[in-house]
C-alpha cells in the first residue's frame, strides 16, 4: 500500500494530550535535529539532565518528547543540556494539533480497511467475471456475490464515513460539494449491488464502490497529512523563535524562563544585545533600542521610562526593566491586529483550484446522471438498466482528479520546497503564489539581513581592528560582535582582553600597560567629530581615534534575485518603513525602480488595496511586524525565519538561511505544480469527453468504469511525482 | 472445486491479519517517526536502552 511509504509528520503520540494529562512531559521543538546521530545525541543530551526518566526524540517532526518527575527538573534545564550539546530547543506550547493528526489517523485507518477490501473483494469479483459464460457453477457465483456484499458492506459504512459527512453537511447548508456525487455513487452502487445479490442476478459492483472509495481516501489522507507537516513546522518554528527571558520576582530574585509563560504584570529584565520576548512598558533604565524588526527603521531609538516596548524590539543600550503588558492595550499591535483581522478576512474569500472545479464540475456529474436514468427509463429500459448505467455514469465522471491529483501534487511540490528549506505554511499557499504577478519587498531583514554588519571593513588597519575586537569580545552589544565577526573573518588571531569594563549604553574601558583603550560611542572616547549615525569608536590614549561604521547590509544574492525575477517579467516594488534616504540607497543598489519609505502599516496596505485595484495580484515578501498586515492582505506571502513571530505566522512560505534565492525556487515550483495540476485535469477531462457517452449509450459496466478510473488515478499521480525530483541543496 | 471451500477462508484471513497488524502497528505508533525509525534499526546499543523505554503504547 503506498500510504506505508509516506512521510507522517506527526510528532510522538504521547505529546499534547499527555501534557495536559500529566504535567511532567514535555515536548521541545529542536531546530537543528538532521541525522541519526543528532537523533541519539538529542535523546542523551535530555537524559543527562537528574530527574529526567525517559526522552524520545521525532526525527521526522523535530521534536522531542521528554518525561521527567515533577520537582527534580524542569523545562529550563531540559533545554539547557540540550544547548551543550549544541541543540537550540522550545517548548511546544499548542496542544491543538493533536485534533489534526487524529484526523490523519482516522483517514489513515478508513485508506487501510478500504484496500483489503477493495483486494479482495476483486479476487472474487475477477474469478466471477472470467467464470461467466463458462464452466463457473451458477451458485457458486453467486456465493461469491454474497461474499463480497460480506465483505463490502461493513468497509462502506466505515471507510466511507468522510465522504458521507462532508456531504451530509453540505446538503443541509443547502450546497453541492464534490462529496455529494461521491456519496451517492458509493451509495446507490453498493445498493443497488445488493439487490441484485438478493435477486441473484449478474450485475453486482461491489468492486466497483470499493475501489472507488479506496482511491479518494488515498487523495484525501494525502491531503490532510501536507496539512499536518506544515501547521507542525509552522509550529516549531514560532515555539523557536520565541526563546527564554529573564524576570525578576517581587523579591528581587531573577529567574529564567520560557518567554510563551510571562504573564502580564512580570517585570522583565532585557540585558544589552538582548531581544525583548514580550510587550511592555519600560519602568527602569534607558538607552537605544532597535526596532528594525517592528517598523522597518535601522536606525536606533531611544528608549526611556515610560516608553512602550514591542516583543522582537533589540537592546542596544542599558539594560531595561519592562513590565509586561497585553498585547491588546498597545496602540501599534492594536493597530497591526485590527488591520491583519480586515485582511484575513478578505484572504478567507480565496477558492482553492479543485473547489472552484468542483463548483462547475458537481451539477455536471448529478446532471448526466440524473440524464442517463431518465433517458433509459423513457426509453422502455427496466429500472435496474437505467441505474446501472446511472451508476457507471456517476463513477465514471467521479472527480479523481480533483480528490487525488491536486493534493498528490502539491505534496510532491512540499516535500521538495522542505528540502530546499522552505515551509509551505498555506496547503494553498502554492497555488495563490503561482497566480502573483508582481512581487513587493520589504527592506530590512528582507533585502538585507536585519544584523548591523561593519562597513568599509579594509580602510580598518588590522591592528586596530585586533586591538577592538580584544575589547569587543567582552560585549553582547551587537556593534561589538559585529567586531568580533569582522576580526574572525580577516584570522587575526584575537586575544580576548581581561579586565575589560563595560558602562551599559556607552561603551567599553579597560587600563592596559599602553594606557587606557576605550570602545563606544563618541562621546565616551571623547571624539568631537561625530557626524551621528551608526558608528563605534576606538581609541588608545595618546593616538588617534578610529571609527567603525555600521549598517544593515544585503543579502548576498538579493541583486542576483532581483535581476532574476525582472528577467521573468515580474514587475518589482520595496515598500519599507524606514527613511527615504536609506530605502533609497538600497533600491538602487538591488536595482528595483519603484520604491516608497516611511509608510505605516497601514499605507502598505493601502498600497497593495491599489495593486489588487488594478486587477494585479501581488507576493509580498516581508519580515517585520509592521509588514504582518501587508502579508495578510497579500495575494500569497513570503517570509525569512527571522521574522517576528506574527509574520511568520502570517505568511503562506516561510525559508531558512541568509539567501534570498528560495524566493526563485518558491515561485518556479508553484508554476510547475500548477502546470502539472492542470495537466492532471486535463488527462481527467480527456478520459470523460470519451467514456462519458459510451457510459451513457450502456456500453460501460461500473467494473469497467473502475479499472478505467483507477488507471486515469495512477496515470496522474505518477504525474504529480514527477516534480518530487531533485536533491537537498 | 471444495479446495475453495478452505482456500477463500484462508485468503480472507491472511489479508485480514495483515490489516490488523497495520492498524495495530498504526496505533502504537510506529508510524509516528519514519525518518528516525530508519536511523534506530542501526543502533547497537543494548534492548534496555533507557530512551527505548517510553516506547508509546
Not at chain 1, 526522552?55 to 551543550?84: H, T
Not at chain 1, 475501489?211 to 490532510?224: K, N, Q
Not at chain 1, 556593534?479 to 563595560?502: L, N
Not at chain 1, 488594478?614 to 511586524?625: E, Q
Request: glycine share 8%; aromatic share 6%; charged share 20%.
Amino acid at each position: 500500500m503506498t500510504a506505508h511509504a509516506l512521510p507522517i509528520s506527526a510528532a510522538t503520540k504521547a505529546e499534547g494530550a499527555a501534557r495536559q494529562a500529566r504535567p511532567d512531559m514535555l515536548t521541545l521543538a529542536i531546530e537543528n535535529m538532521r541525522c541519526g546521530g543528532c537523533l541519539k545525541s538529542v535523546e542523551r543530551a535530555a537524559l543527562s539532565v537528574p530527574g529526567v526518566t525517559s526522552a524520545r526524540a521525532n526525527l521526522a517532526a523535530k521534536r522531542v518528547s521528554v518525561a521527567f518527575e515533577e520537582g527534580r527538573a524542569n523545562e529550563l534545564d531540559v533545554i539547557e543540556a540540550l544547548k551543550r550539546a549544541g541543540f537550540s530547543a522550545a517548548p511546544m506550547h499548542a496542544a491543538k494539533q493533536d485534533a489534526e493528526r487524529a484526523r490523519e489517523k482516522y483517514l489513515l485507518r478508513r485508506v487501510a480497511v478500504a484496500g483489503f477490501a477493495a483486494m479482495n473483494i476483486m479476487l472474487l469479483s475477477v474469478s466471477v467475471w472470467a467464470g461467466s459464460g463458462g464452466d463457473m457453477d451458477a451458485s457458486l457465483a453467486a456465493l461469491f456475490r454474497w461474499l463480497s456484499a460480506l465483505i463490502a458492506l461493513p468497509t462502506v459504512v466505515y471507510a466511507g464515513q468522510p465522504f458521507f459527512a462532508s456531504a451530509l453537511q453540505a446538503l443541509r447548508g443547502r450546497r453541492l460539494n464534490m462529496d455529494v456525487p461521491i456519496s451517492l455513487a458509493i451509495l446507490l452502487a453498493t445498493a443497488m449491488s445488493l439487490y441484485q445479490t438478493v435477486r441473484g442476478n449478474e450485475q453486482v459492483y461491489f468492486d466497483a464502490a470499493v475501489t472507488l472509495l479506496f482511491f479518494l481516501l488515498i487523495g484525501r489522507f494525502l491531503d490532510e497529512s501536507l496539512r499536518v507537516r506544515a501547521r507542525g513546522e509552522a509550529q516549531n518554528l514560532v515555539s523557536l523563535q520565541s526563546g527564554i527571558a529573564t524576570i525578576i520576582e517581587a523579591d528581587g530574585s531573577q529567574r529564567r524562563m520560557p518567554a510563551h509563560a510571562l504573564a502580564p504584570g512580570d517585570c522583565l529584565l532585557v540585558a544589552a544585545g538582548e531581544r525583548v520576548a514580550a510587550d511592555g512598558v519600560i519602568l527602569a533604565g534607558s538607552g537605544e533600542v532597535d526596532q528594525s524588526l517592528i517598523t522597518g527603521e535601522t536606525e536606533p531609538a531611544s528608549a526611556s521610562p515610560g516608553q512602550q516596548i514591542y516583543a522582537g524590539t533589540l537592546n542596544l543600550g542599558n539594560a531595561l526593566k519592562i513590565e509586561v503588558t497585553a498585547a491588546d492595550s498597545a496602540t501599534l499591535l492594536a493597530e497591526i491586529g485590527g488591520l491583519m483581522l480586515a485582511a484575513e478576512q478578505g484572504k478567507a474569500r480565496y477558492r482553492r483550484l479543485a473547489d472552484r472545479a468542483a463548483q462547475i464540475y458537481a451539477p455536471a456529474v448529478h446532471g448526466l446522471g440524473a440524464a442517463t436514468f431518465l433517458g433509459w427509463l423513457l426509453l422502455g429500459a427496466p429500472w435496474q438498466t437505467a441505474l446501472t448505467y446511472a451508476i457507471a455514469v456517476l463513477i465514471i465522471t467521479c472527480p479523481c482528479a480533483l480528490a487525488l491529483a491536486v493534493p498528490a501534487v502539491q505534496i510532491a511540490a512540499a516535500s521538495r520546497l522542505f528540502r530546499r528549506g522552505i515551509v509551505v505554511k498555506a496547503p494553498d499557499g502554492l497555488e495563490r503564489v503561482a497566480e502573483t504577478d508582481i512581487v513587493v519587498f520589504d527592506k530590512t531583514g528582507t533585502l538585507t539581513l536585519g544584523r548591523p554588519q561593519l562597513l568599509d571593513e579594509e580602510a580598518i588597519p588590522d591592528e586596530a581592528l585586533a586591538a577592538a575586537a580584544g575589547l569587543a569580545a567582552a560585549s553582547r552589544h551587537p556593534y561589538a560582535q559585529g567586531i568580533v565577526a569582522a576580526a574572525g573573518k580577516r584570522q587575526k588571531t584575537m586575544v580576548a582582553a581581561d579586565g575589560v569594563e563595560e558602562t551599559p549604553g556607552r561603551g567599553l574601558a579597560r587600563a592596559g600597560a599602553h594606557g587606557e583603550e576605550r570602545l563606544g560611542s563618541a562621546e565616551w572616547c571623547e571624539v568631537a567629530a561625530s557626524s551621528g549615525g551608526s558608528e563605534v569608536w576606538y581609541r588608545r590614549s595618546g593616538q588617534a581615534p578610529v571609527r567603525f561604521r555600521f549598517a544593515d547590509t544585503l543579502r548576498t544574492d538579493a541583486a542576483e534575485v532581483v535581476g532574476a525575477l525582472k528577467r521573468r517579467g515580474y514587475p518589482l516594488a520595496l515598500l519599507s518603513g524606514d527613511r527615504k534616504n536609506a530605502v533609497e540607497t538600497v533600491a538602487a543598489a538591488v536595482g528595483i525602480e519603484t520604491w516608497l519609505g516611511e509608510l505605516r502599516p497601514a499605507e502598505k496596505i493601502d498600497w497593495l488595496a491599489e495593486c489588487a485595484r488594478a486587477g494585479r495580484k501581488v507576493l509580498m515578501i516581508g519580515d517585520g511586524l509592521n509588514d504582518a498586515p501587508a502579508l495578510a492582505a497579500a495575494h500569497a506571502s513570503v517570509s525569512p525565519a527571522s521574522a517576528a513571530d506574527i509574520s511568520q505566522r502570517t505568511a503562506d512560505f516561510v525559508f531558512q538561511g541568509q539567501r534570498l534565492a528560495p524566493v526563485l525556487e518558491i515561485l518556479s515550483t508553484a508554476k510547475r505544480a500548477r502546470a502539472i495540476a492542470l495537466q492532471n485535469f486535463g488527462v481527467a477531462f480527456c478520459y470523460n469527453i470519451v467514456a462519458v457517452p459510451f457510459a451513457m449509450a450502456g456500453y460501460v459496466t461500473p467494473l469497467i468504469a473502475a479499472i478505467v478510473m483507477s488507471t486515469s488515478s495512477i496515470l496522474v499521480t505518477v504525474n504529480a511525482a514527477r516534480l518530487a525530483g531533485g536533491g537537498r541543496s | 472445486m471444495t479446495a475453495l471451500a478452505w482456500l477463500v477462508p484462508a485468503a480472507l484471513l491472511l489479508g485480514g491479519i495483515g490489516l490488523l497488524a497495520f492498524l495495530w502497528a498504526l496505533r502504537s505508533g510506529q508510524f509516528e517517526d519514519l525518518e528516525g525509525a530508519a536511523y534506530r534499526a542501526l543502533e547497537d546499543e543494548p534492548a534496555d536502552d533507557p530512551a527505548r523505554r517510553d516506547e508509546p503504547q
